[in-house]
């Protein structure tokens, strides 16, 4: 239904910051739901963050990740971000975006519809 693209991914120092996007194909307006989902090597995907495009634009974050890390969303631009400060290494991981297209806001893998390809992020020094 859309094709999502991440970018902005990169080597960062513990303490930094970075900013991921994702960019959709089509309207992410048709979409009920938009998340990001991590996954480091050797461990299962895990939810990151996820957001209600519905006009109050509903947001949850995992316990990991709350105060430092915010999503957004650009309907304009088809564009979902990641907001991520106070880098630890433990963030290191491959990010996802996904689109989920019934139902609500979750963290659960299995209920998205659509993925990118993912974008990975290094936190070290």
Known sequence: ????VESG???VRPG????LSCVASGSISDAYALAWFRQAPGKEREGVSCISTSD?????????VKGRFTI???????????????LKPE???VYYCAARFTGWITLRPSDYDEWGQGTLVTVSS
């Open 56 to 64: 109050d634009g509903t947001t949850f974050y995992a316990d990991s």
């Open 72 to 86: 957004s969303r650009d309907e304009r631009m088809n564009t979902l971000y990641l907001q991520m400060n106070s």
């Open 16 to 19: 930094g910051s970075l900013r």
């Open 1 to 4: 239904q859309v094709q999502l």
């Open 9 to 11: 991914g990169g080597l």
């Open 91 to 93: 963030d290191t991981a």
